[in-house]
């Protein structure tokens, strides 16, 4: 990620974890990233990899206990996030950041109507009349591409693609400057998964909105990201532009990633997947987390950190060998 | 080592008896629990006491050295016939609710697994049992059947079976939507053999929670037969005939009165303590 | 909706001939000659072949069924006490308010106390108020309601002298009366209210509430509470219809000139009009309160109300 442009958000050494019956579950492990303003950051990962807790980091809403941000700072606008007085990340919540999330059939309120769900967020962060309110809740509706005539109806009558552009609508309805998008394909029948993607596309062009756009399907980062950052067990281990990463991809790990997507063009007869499984979080290997299943693991790899590198300007990479492969 | 020893399970028991006694108050009702009981069961053989041994000397004595908790209105020693009413009121309360838990488990399964008309007819049957409040039934089989111990017992089992049978064949129309009485049935399993083996098994846990908890409150239900002047009578010592005889001397002798009734409050509070142990450990959201 | 309320209703209605139905039959199995209970050990044949002919018992079981349920369910007459002579409808229609007044306040105070101690248990899960509350609950689940009534008489009128210990001489006569009926109530009311609430503390729309920005207080009320709302109905109506169903117990206890009472003076005399009209009253009432609670479940949610318009049959 280069410097010379503007940095909107930045998260410097994140560290979350869960207590779980008095074994801790370390989520993230210091994890740092910047985005830009205006720009696209893809956090790719497997599941369980902490990217759900960064997002949640960021916007404070972590279930605590068992959740605990343990250190780190997350500079929005030259404050500390995690500094702020609970009600003053009121403000912060659905007005500068938004989260989508990523399971659109439990992330409404079932028993409330769609658009009073927008309502609500839109009298919370404006001074509009209920009236006025209600009319733009619906016109949000319209800009999602579902008629405002249905305003009035509940999420059970909606199907699982409409109910994630309801939630799209509820995290752009205040124009934050930073929207969260959690997974937001993920959940959805493969015939409207692309439908989202090209959607909050859009929309980021029409709003200018900087994003974070976690998931583990490397074909929506490549659609919608400039930057991209691959996590494993609570970590960055790569990190850069979309062109870098893609097409000079250097972790292990990443090229593991890549091994595992089937490829039209070339006449690969079997995929390579990843061998092993994600590391415990409550107990991760020493040394570099990805050693296990590392194929060029070395003695050094089992022992020391590992840290990050710059291996040509704004990619970096979190590997000790040179170039990675 | 051959494949059945390697394949053998921790002992489920003691896994699951672990598990439930993590909770302190949980272990807490374990301990009163088994102490009562033991008292129960057998105290009365160390009693100096004859259970209905008269006594006009002590006659409403408050508690000594002699007479722990005191003597009631024929002079009686109070410790003796509350561990003799404590065999009644345990006794009403574990066959009551087992006989009740089986009778609903079996309609309940009846109705969940063949549904069709006749799951019908069951749960109608069902709705009209329960427009009739438990204790209601309770007061009116009593009066049918006497006062003895297995009629209070049929009558206290009868108001509890619409319950029981309601959650039955909720539990078994959730699980048997699921996939893997698909998956049995796909493999030719007898509908006898998805039944008892792949249905009974995933539904039983919330029977045995409520049926623990429903100990506690079949318990309350027979002190208060008693106490209106149904069920178990004096001179057995059931706790709520005690209770019942101790309301007339509450100016006076308080304590023939809070004697039994703490037992009995107390008794209940081990049990459903133990219920919510059960329960916390049987439920797999709050497993780690 | 109105499709399904009359539906309802006339279910209701099949609901009571039934228990009308099965409280005859349990009565005519009791063992013993009713006339001669009636009459007493000195009455003479001739005297107990008249009195049996003026009841009707001479009468096989299917006639005299057949005339129970003639007159009451379509005569609407439970006829007169077989041992005062009145009529049992006229003493019935004066006890019934006394009952209500004692059943409907308390599930107005376990309403409100229950719930609210329920919620302040679930949003402070495993703090001290949580623990505070659970246990004090626990110890009024497992206190007989009759035994903690006595308690109560013990304290506030042999003790203190405050309230009355019996009657209802004046409105404070129902003081004791209602809270020993209701905190056995309360107390499973607060547990269930707190385990549904827990259930959807963590529920992914409560998350989505608070990235808008919203204040935790209006979470509880506008997302949690409502979703939280259909065991704690449920709980509530479920409560109510023990409270009534208790409610031989506590008006024996306070000596309250209830229904329950008039049941439990019914079933001791052998007086069965009056034990039929009880139980009829008390089905009745019961069939009326889960009516109300699954109306109340259609007015919260939209999804089971969209079940009852479309007519579709409501398994439960």
């Given at each position: 990620?280069?410097?010379?442009?503007?940095?909107?958000?930045?998260v410097?050494?994140?560290?979350?974890s869960?207590?779980q019956?008095?074994r801790?579950?370390?989520?993230?492990n210091?994890?740092?990233?910047?985005?830009?303003?205006?720009?696209t950051?893809?956090?790719?990962?497997?599941?369980?990899?902490?990217k759900?807790t960064?997002?949640?980091?960021?916007l404070?809403?972590?279930?605590?206990?068992?959740?605990?941000?343990k250190?780190g700072?997350?500079f929005?606008?030259g404050?500390?996030?995690?500094?702020?007085?609970?009600?003053d990340?009121l403000?912060?919540r659905?007005?500068k950041?938004?989260?989508?999330f990523?399971?659109?059939?439990?992330?409404?309120n079932?028993?409330?109507?769609?658009g009073?769900?927008?309502?609500?967020?839109?009298?919370?962060?404006n001074?509009?009349?209920?009236?006025a309110?209600m009319?733009?809740?619906?016109?949000?509706?319209?800009?999602?591409?579902?008629?405002?005539?249905?305003?009035?109806?509940?999420?059970?009558?909606?199907?699982?693609?409409?109910?994630?552009?309801?939630?799209?609508?509820?995290?752009?309805?205040?124009?934050?400057e930073?929207?969260?998008a959690?997974e937001p394909?993920t959940?959805?029948?493969?015939?409207?998964?692309?439908?989202?993607?090209e959607?909050?596309?859009?929309?980021?062009?029409k709003?200018?909105?900087?994003?974070i756009?976690?998931?583990?399907?490397?074909?929506?980062?490549?659609?919608?990201?400039?930057?991209?950052a691959?996590?494993y067990a609570?970590?960055?281990?790569e990190?850069?532009?979309?062109?870098?990463?893609?097409d000079h991809?250097?972790?292990?790990?990443?090229?593991?990633?890549f091994g595992?997507?089937?490829?039209?063009?070339s006449?690969?007869?079997?995929?390579s997947?990843?061998?092993?499984?994600?590391?415990?979080?409550?107990?991760?290997?020493?040394?570099?987390?990805?050693?296990?299943?590392?194929?060029?693991?070395t003695?050094?790899?089992?022992?020391g950190?590992?840290?990050?590198?710059?291996?040509?300007?704004?990619?970096?990479?979190?590997?000790?060998?040179?170039?990675?492969? | 080592?051959?494949?059945?020893?390697?394949?053998?399970?921790?002992?489920?028991v003691?896994e699951?008896?672990?598990?439930?006694t993590k909770?302190?108050?949980?272990?807490l009702?374990?301990i009163?629990?088994?102490?009562?009981?033991?008292?129960?069961?057998?105290?009365?053989?160390f009693?100096?006491?004859?259970?209905?041994?008269?006594?006009?000397?002590?006659?409403f004595?408050?508690?000594?050295?002699?007479?722990?908790?005191?003597?009631?209105?024929?002079?009686?020693?109070i410790?003796?016939?509350?561990?003799?009413?404590?065999?009644?009121?345990?006794?009403?309360?574990?066959?009551s609710?087992?006989?009740?838990?089986?009778?609903g488990?079996?309609?309940?399964?009846?109705?969940?697994?063949?549904?069709?008309?006749?799951?019908?007819?069951?749960m109608?049957?069902m709705?009209?049992?329960?427009?009739?409040?438990?204790?209601l039934?309770?007061?009116?089989?009593?009066?049918?059947?006497?006062?003895?111990?297995?009629?209070?017992?049929?009558?206290?089992?009868?108001?509890?079976?619409?319950?029981?049978?309601?959650?039955?064949?909720?539990?078994?129309?959730?699980?048997?939507?699921?996939?893997?009485?698909?998956?049995?049935?796909?493999?030719?399993?007898?509908?006898?053999?998805?039944?008892?083996?792949?249905?009974?098994?995933?539904?039983?846990?919330?029977?045995?929670v409520?049926?623990?908890?429903?100990?506690g409150?079949?318990?309350?239900?027979a002190?208060?037969?008693s106490?209106?002047?149904?069920?178990?009578?004096?001179?057995?010592?059931?706790?709520?005939?005690?209770?019942?005889?101790?309301k007339?001397?509450?100016?006076?002798?308080?304590?023939?009165?809070?004697?039994?009734?703490?037992?009995?409050?107390?008794?209940v509070?081990?049990?459903?303590?133990?219920?919510?142990?059960?329960?916390?450990?049987?439920d797999?959201?709050?497993?780690? | 909706?109105?499709?399904?309320?009359?539906?309802?209703?006339?279910?209701?209605?099949v609901?009571?001939?039934?228990?009308?139905?099965?409280?005859?039959?349990?009565t005519?199995?009791?063992?013993?000659?009713?006339a001669?209970?009636?009459?007493?050990?000195?009455?003479?044949?001739?005297?107990?072949?008249?009195?049996?002919?003026?009841?009707?018992?001479?009468?096989?079981?299917?006639?005299?069924?057949?005339?129970?349920?003639?007159?009451?369910f379509i005569?609407?007459?439970?006829?007169?006490?077989?041992?005062?002579?009145?009529?049992?409808?006229?003493?019935l229609?004066?006890?019934?308010?006394?009952?209500?007044?004692?059943?409907?306040?308390?599930?107005?105070?376990?309403?409100?106390?229950?719930?609210?101690l329920?919620i302040?248990?679930a949003?402070h899960?495993?703090k001290?108020?949580?623990s505070f509350?659970?246990?004090?609950?626990?110890?009024?689940?497992?206190a007989?309601?009759?035994f903690?009534?006595?308690l109560?008489?013990?304290?506030?009128?042999?003790?203190?002298?405050?309230?009355?210990?019996?009657?209802?001489?004046?409105?404070t006569?129902y003081?004791?009366?209602?809270?020993?009926?209701?905190l056995g109530?309360?107390?499973?009311n607060?547990?269930?209210?707190?385990?549904?609430?827990?259930?959807?503390?963590?529920?992914?729309f409560?998350?989505?509430?608070?990235a808008?920005?919203?204040?935790?207080?209006?979470?509880?009320?506008k997302?949690?509470?409502?979703?939280?709302?259909?065991?704690?109905?449920?709980?509530?109506g479920?409560?109510?219809?023990?409270?009534?169903?208790?409610?031989?117990?506590?008006?024996?206890?306070?000596?309250?000139?209830?229904?329950?009472?008039?049941?439990?003076?019914?079933?001791?005399?052998?007086?069965?009009?009056?034990?039929?009209?009880?139980?009829?009253?008390?089905?009745?009432?019961?069939?009326?309160a889960i009516?109300?609670?699954?109306?109340?479940?259609a007015?919260?949610?939209?999804?089971?109300?969209a079940q009852y318009?479309?007519?579709?049959?409501?398994?439960?």
């Amino acid at each position: 990620m280069s410097t010379n442009k503007e940095v909107f958000l930045s998260v410097k050494n994140l560290e979350v974890s869960y207590s779980q019956a008095r074994r801790e579950v370390r989520a993230v492990n210091g994890v740092s990233f910047d985005v830009q303003k205006g720009k696209t950051l893809g956090l790719v990962g497997e599941t369980g990899a902490g990217k759900t807790t960064i997002a949640k980091a960021i916007l404070r809403i972590l279930p605590d206990p068992p959740a605990k941000v343990k250190s780190g700072e997350i500079f929005l606008g030259g404050e500390d996030l995690l500094k702020k007085k609970e009600e003053d990340m009121l403000d912060v919540r659905g007005k500068k950041i938004a989260m989508i999330f990523q399971d659109p059939m439990t992330a409404l309120n079932p028993l409330m109507t769609v658009g009073d769900q927008i309502l609500e967020v839109l009298l919370l962060h404006n001074d509009y009349d209920k009236a006025a309110g209600m009319r733009e809740a619906g016109r949000m509706l319209e800009t999602v591409g579902i008629p405002a005539e249905r305003y009035a109806e509940y999420p059970h009558q909606f199907s699982g693609g409409m109910k994630q552009r309801v939630v799209i609508a509820m995290a752009l309805a205040c124009n934050p400057e930073l929207l969260l998008a959690d997974e937001p394909t993920t959940a959805l029948d493969v015939t409207i998964q692309a439908q989202v993607p090209e959607l909050i596309n859009d929309l980021k062009m029409k709003f200018g909105t900087s994003m974070i756009l976690i998931t583990h399907d490397l074909g929506v980062i490549a659609q919608t990201c400039d930057d991209v950052a691959v996590i494993y067990a609570g970590k960055i281990v790569e990190s850069g532009t979309k062109e870098d990463v893609f097409d000079h991809p250097a972790h292990p790990y990443t090229l593991g990633l890549f091994g595992s997507l089937p490829d039209i063009d070339s006449r690969t007869s079997r995929l390579s997947p990843i061998a092993g499984m994600p590391p415990d979080p409550t107990n991760l290997p020493e040394g570099c987390s990805f050693h296990p299943r590392c194929p060029h693991a070395t003695d050094a790899c089992r022992k020391g950190q590992i840290t990050s590198r710059e291996i040509t300007p704004g990619h970096f990479c979190a590997c000790i060998r040179e170039g990675g492969n | 080592m051959t494949a059945k020893q390697q394949y053998k399970r921790p002992n489920a028991v003691l896994e699951f008896f672990g598990r439930m006694t993590k909770a302190f108050s949980a272990k807490l009702g374990v301990i009163l629990f088994v102490i009562i009981v033991l008292v129960c069961l057998i105290g009365p053989f160390f009693s100096p006491y004859d259970v209905n041994g008269i006594d006009l000397i002590n006659m409403f004595k408050g508690p000594s050295k002699a007479h722990l908790l005191g003597c009631d209105e024929m002079g009686r020693d109070i410790f003796t016939r509350l561990m003799y009413g404590g065999r009644y009121s345990l006794a009403l309360g574990l066959c009551s609710s087992l006989f009740g838990a089986a009778v609903g488990v079996i309609i309940g399964s009846v109705a969940g697994f063949f549904g069709g008309k006749i799951e019908t007819f069951l749960m109608r049957l069902m709705d009209v049992w329960a427009a009739l409040p438990g204790m209601l039934l309770c007061i009116l089989v009593s009066n049918v059947m006497g006062s003895g111990f297995f009629s209070t017992v049929l009558a206290l089992t009868v108001g509890g079976i619409p319950g029981t049978v309601r959650m039955i064949r909720g539990q078994i129309l959730t699980e048997r939507s699921k996939e893997y009485i698909e998956a049995a049935q796909s493999i030719n399993c007898s509908s006898f053999s998805i039944m008892f083996r792949h249905l009974l098994p995933n539904v039983i846990q919330p029977v045995i929670v409520t049926t623990t908890m429903g100990i506690g409150s079949t318990m309350i239900m027979a002190a208060s037969l008693s106490y209106i002047g149904l069920g178990i009578q004096p001179p057995n010592p059931e706790w709520g005939a005690m209770l019942a005889t101790g309301k007339t001397q509450i100016r006076t002798y308080p304590h023939m009165l809070l004697v039994p009734g703490i037992a009995i409050a107390l008794t209940v509070f081990a049990i459903n303590l133990m219920g919510d142990g059960i329960r916390d450990a049987l439920d797999p959201k709050l497993r780690d | 909706m109105s499709r399904y309320v009359i539906k309802r209703l006339l279910l209701t209605v099949v609901i009571l001939w039934c228990a009308g139905f099965v409280v005859f039959t349990l009565t005519y199995l009791v063992p013993g000659d009713v006339a001669k209970i009636l009459l007493g050990p000195e009455a003479t044949e001739d005297v107990l072949v008249i009195k049996r002919a003026a009841l009707g018992l001479d009468q096989p079981y299917l006639v005299q069924l057949g005339r129970f349920m003639y007159n009451t369910f379509i005569r609407f007459d439970f006829g007169d006490s077989w041992v005062f002579s009145s009529s049992v409808m006229a003493e019935l229609l004066e006890r019934i308010p006394r009952t209500l007044i004692i059943g409907l306040s308390g599930m107005i105070i376990n309403v409100s106390i229950g719930t609210i101690l329920g919620i302040i248990a679930a949003t402070h899960e495993g703090k001290w108020q949580d623990s505070f509350v659970m246990v004090i609950a626990m110890v009024f689940v497992s206190a007989p309601d009759f035994f903690v009534a006595l308690l109560l008489i013990l304290l506030f009128s042999l003790k203190l002298g405050w309230l009355p210990a019996y009657g209802i001489d004046s409105w404070t006569g129902y003081i004791l009366p209602i809270i020993s009926s209701s905190l056995g109530a309360i107390a499973v009311n607060a547990r269930q209210s707190r385990s549904s609430m827990l259930e959807v503390i963590r529920a992914d729309f409560v998350t989505t509430a608070r990235a808008k920005g919203q204040k935790e207080s209006v979470i509880t009320r506008k997302h949690m509470l409502p979703n939280a709302m259909m065991p704690i109905i449920t709980g509530v109506g479920g409560g109510l219809a023990v409270m009534i169903a208790g409610s031989p117990v506590i008006e024996s206890v306070f000596s309250i000139p209830g229904v329950g009472a008039y049941l439990l003076s019914g079933v001791n005399q052998h007086d069965y009009p009056v034990v039929w009209a009880c139980v009829i009253f008390l089905a009745l009432f019961t069939s009326f309160a889960i009516l109300i609670m699954d109306l109340c479940y259609a007015f919260l949610d939209p999804r089971i109300k969209a079940q009852y318009s479309r007519g579709k049959k409501v398994k439960g």
